[in-house]
């Protein structure tokens, strides 16, 4: 069973810029979510999506949105780019149920210059 | 206000000893708990997990232990070995409220020498 995809793994963009990090969720999850990972932060929840909708939101400004497709694939977009925007951006898929776990993919690495 | 903490930034343990990683939460709507193993530029893996009905589970060579009164729990690993060195992050979540939302602490890295 494949898992948690995401592409692409690497990225470098410069201030101001926008981009779309994208994920395919492991076959048959149906919730989709997003975090931050940063050396100062930790991992930091983004938004949570569950049958096209968002289902929660973290403490990130509006230049993080995300959105979600009826096959369950997501999507997050950054728009204006900061410097401090530069983390590893994760997605995790789960069954959203009360003994499911969040599975993670390898992330995207985002680089801002 | 760090909800999930992990005061051990750094853990060294023989190999064939047994490991215990500690974590501490603060948010009593915490009713689901993880355990994550996370290696350089990979995401976290899902290690085991534990419902806050429940002060103990097992898995192989892990075992997680929830105490609700302390608002505490641990993680441990018997035996030890050198491929399980890596960086550990517990987690919890309020299910009811947010299933998708997890609150992670800052991690602890384990090294198990040969």
């Known amino acids: 069973k494949a898992g948690v995809t995401q592409t692409p793994r690497y990225l470098i963009k410069t201030r101001g810029q926008q981009v779309t990090l994208s994920c395919s969720p492991i076959s048959g999850h149906r919730s989709v979510s997003w975090y931050q990972q940063t050396p100062g932060q930790g991992l930091q929840f983004l938004f949570e999506?569950?049958?096209?909708?968002?289902?929660n939101k973290g403490n990130f400004p509006g230049r993080f949105s995300g959105r979600q497709f009826s096959n369950s694939r997501s999507e997050m977009n950054v728009s204006t780019l900061e410097l401090g925007d530069s983390a590893l951006y994760l997605c995790?898929?789960?069954?959203?149920?009360?003994?499911?776990?969040?599975?993670f993919g390898n992330g995207t690495r985002l680089t801002v210059t | 206000d760090q909800q999930v903490k992990q005061n051990s930034p750094s853990l060294s343990v023989q190999e064939g000893r047994i490991s215990i990683l500690n974590c501490d939460y603060t948010n009593s709507m915490f009713d689901y708990f993880l355990w994550y193993k996370k290696y350089p530029a990979e995401g976290p893996t899902f290690l085991i997990s534990i419902s806050s009905i429940k002060d103990k589970n097992e898995d192989g060579r892990f075992t997680v232990f929830l105490n609700k009164s302390a608002k505490h729990l641990s993680l441990h690993i018997v035996p030890s070995q050198p491929g399980d060195s890596a960086v550990y992050f517990c987690?919890?979540?309020?299910?009811?409220?947010?299933?998708?939302?997890?609150?992670f602490g800052q991690g602890t890295i384990l090294t198990v020498h040969p």
């Open positions: 995790a898929s789960s069954f959203r149920d009360n003994n499911s776990p969040l599975h």
């Open positions: 999506y569950f049958s096209e909708t968002q289902r």
């Open positions: 987690a919890a979540s309020a299910r009811g409220t947010s299933y998708g939302k997890l609150t």
